[in-house]
């Protein structure tokens, strides 16, 4: 078993996962935007379905299947992003809880 962490270590650990969840945040929003664009420019291209108005994508619909295609990859690349991003923000706050408890 490893010994216990002291507090000048823990701080090491969080400073780190503190840039590790920013920088990943930040690649995660600038995926998000990519992903924004590539749905506006299939809707200009090919129109909106249901008569342009304002939903959520049903992405068993039909008539979603178009844009579906087109986003796949800055989609699965945005999904994986943002669960990076989750899992670096649940360590952060884990590596804090630690700190709590050591003081």
Not at 42 to 51: D, E, L, W
Request: hydrophobic fraction near 35%.
């Amino acid at each position: 078993m490893s010994k216990p962490l002291n507090h000048q270590e823990l701080m090491g650990l969080i400073a780190k996962a503190a840039i590790d969840f920013q920088l990943a945040e930040i690649k995660r929003n600038s995926l998000k935007r990519e992903l924004s664009d590539m749905y506006a420019t299939y809707f200009q291209a090919h129109g909106r379905p249901g008569n342009g108005e304002r939903t959520r994508f049903d992405f068993e619909d039909p008539a979603y299947q178009g844009v579906v295609r087109f986003t796949e990859g800055a989609y699965g690349r945005w999904y994986d992003q943002r669960a990076l991003t989750t899992k670096l923000k649940r360590r952060l706050r884990t590596l804090v809880e630690r700190l709590e408890r050591v003081q």
